[in-house]
């Protein structure tokens, strides 16, 4: 599989983005796939996962209710809807698919980077003050 992320840029506070996540591989719908990022001087952290099917979902406490994690498995696409914007949601945001586990495994594997086996190259998203 091979991922290639999308739609980063630069933002007021208080703004929005759509981050998209285009996947190449006849088995992507079948993946559980995630949204990561990392700030500058930061470790990589977990931003929202959403199941295969996209009927379930999961956020870090620090972006639950401003994005949204969805899918398109026709298109082969995930998305990031990102709204009310801050400037430390500036990272650099990379996508990422899960062959290892099913959604059921709990959100102990949601959210551990180790458990993706793909990741996109990154996109950058700035947030300006």
């Known amino acids: 599989v091979q991922l290639q992320a999308s739609g980063g840029g630069l933002v007021q506070a208080g703004g929005s983005l759509r981050l998209s996540c285009a996947a190449s591989g006849r088995t992507y719908s079948s993946y559980v796939m995630g949204w990561f990022r990392q700030a500058p001087g930061k470790e990589r952290e977990f931003v929202a996962a959403?199941?295969?099917?996209?009927?379930?979902?999961y956020y870090a406490d620090s972006v639950k209710g401003r994005f949204t994690i969805s899918r398109d498995n026709a298109k082969n696409t995930v998305y990031l809807q990102m709204n009310s914007l801050k400037p430390e949601d500036t990272a650099v945001y990379y996508c990422?698919?899960?062959?290892?586990?099913?959604?059921?495994?709990?959100?102990?594997?949601?959210?551990?980077?180790?458990?993706?086996?793909?990741w996109g190259q990154g996109t950058l998203v700035t947030v300006s003050s």
């Open positions: 990422a698919a899960a062959a290892r586990f099913s959604w059921n495994a709990g959100s102990s594997y949601h959210t551990t980077s180790y458990w993706y086996d793909y």
């Open positions: 959403i199941s295969s099917s996209g009927g379930g979902t």
